[in-house]
């Protein structure tokens, strides 16, 4: 059986405006009020207000978001659900 390694993951939060996140794996969606990315250790949700993407690398894993953040919340899922076309073509 192979154990895949985890990607390290991190969170910085800044006076509850500037969020740096590493070890993002995927993000799935976002606007101005909730920004949903994957890491290896669960999905993250980030909620708030006027919340933009300043900056999105997958290879290195960062994700910067601005905007007021009110809510963090952790979810053990940590891959995007797989549309019903990906599932019966694969």
Known sequence: METKLKKAHN???EN???LKLT?????DSFDEDTVTAYTDYGC???NGSQLHVEE???DSGL????GEVVA?????KTEKSKG????LFQ
């Not at 994700?63 to 601005?66: G, K, M, Q, V």
């Not at 019903?84 to 599932?87: A, Q, S, V, Y």
Request: charged share 15%; glycine share 6%; hydrophobic share 45%.
């Open 72 to 76: 963090l919340v952790y979810s053990s």
């Open 11 to 13: 969170l910085y939060l």
């Open 44 to 46: 993250l949700t980030v």
């Open 23 to 27: 070890g993002v794996t995927d993000v």
């Open 56 to 58: 999105l690398n997958l």
């Open 16 to 18: 509850r405006s500037g």
């Open 63 to 66: 994700l910067e978001i601005t």
């Open 84 to 87: 019903i076309f990906k599932r």
